[in-house]
């Protein structure tokens, strides 16, 4: 399984924001959105191949009971499957980061599936192999639905414009039933002046639809750094 980076941090996105977690990002990923503030495991993925063992072997390193499991897409790798079972038999509290597009029969406390608006799209004269690619690829219905069937689950959006809002509404129509507190809806940005200008058109939608606003707080933690 190619990693492209394992570290102790605080979660700061989603329903377990504020938790220390140990971070495994799997290098490589099936689609390229154009604000990926992880390049280093998507446009161009560093890392190395890394067995189960050597994996468990990093996460150790850390007294911590809770793992996230992020990329990059892990669900590309197979070697996930024997991770997560390791890392349930270590009693740890696994969370998988995913864009839903892809399914393995895996084991984790939390499936965290970020569905890709078609605002994520790169610039077509720019990245035309990508932006085809991307589009066609970057949402799965019937795997999100296969996802949300087995797993405790967060739905989070990130959402760059108000005109992607019924984007989100369409997607969770074709879902059906859905706790609407599991659906978390994130601006997109990397410094705190983006994120609290989306915020003001953002979060009164989410007290209106009964959504949960999903701040990005490690960008006002640590910035927009890397390894956080």
Not at 4 to 27: C, D, P
Not at 28 to 48: K, V
Not at 66 to 74: A, F, I, N, R
Not at 195 to 212: F, K, M, Q, S
Request: net charge negative.
């Amino acid at each position: 399984m190619r990693i492209a980076e394992v570290y102790k941090s605080i979660q700061g996105e989603g329903l377990l924001t504020g938790t220390a977690s140990v971070f495994v990002r799997a290098s490589g990923c099936n689609l390229r959105c154009w604000f990926c503030d992880t390049p280093h495991a998507s446009w161009a993925p560093e890392g190395q191949d890394l067995s189960v063992d050597e994996i468990v072997a990093a996460i150790e390193e850390w007294d911590c009971r809770h793992v996230v499991l992020t990329g990059g897409e892990p669900m590309l790798f197979a070697e996930l499957i024997p991770l997560c079972e390791r890392l349930r038999r270590m009693r740890r509290h696994i969370t998988i980061e995913t864009a839903g597009t892809l399914f393995l029969p895996v084991t984790c406390n939390l499936i965290s599936i970020s569905p890709k608006l078609s605002g994520s799209t790169p610039d077509i004269e720019q990245h035309a192999h990508w932006a085809r690619r991307h589009e066609r690829s970057r949402l799965r219905v019937d795997i999100v639905r296969r996802l949300i069937a087995r797993h405790v689950y967060q739905l989070k959006f990130v959402v760059d414009a108000p005109e992607e809002l019924p984007e989100v509404e369409q997607f969770l129509g074709e879902l059906g039933e859905i706790d609407p507190e599991r659906v978390l809806l994130m601006p997109q940005g990397t410094t705190p002046a983006e994120l609290d200008e989306r915020a003001t058109w953002l979060r009164p939608h989410c007290e209106e639809r009964g959504y949960t606003y999903c701040p990005r707080k490690q960008i006002e933690w640590f910035g927009a750094a890397r390894g956080t």
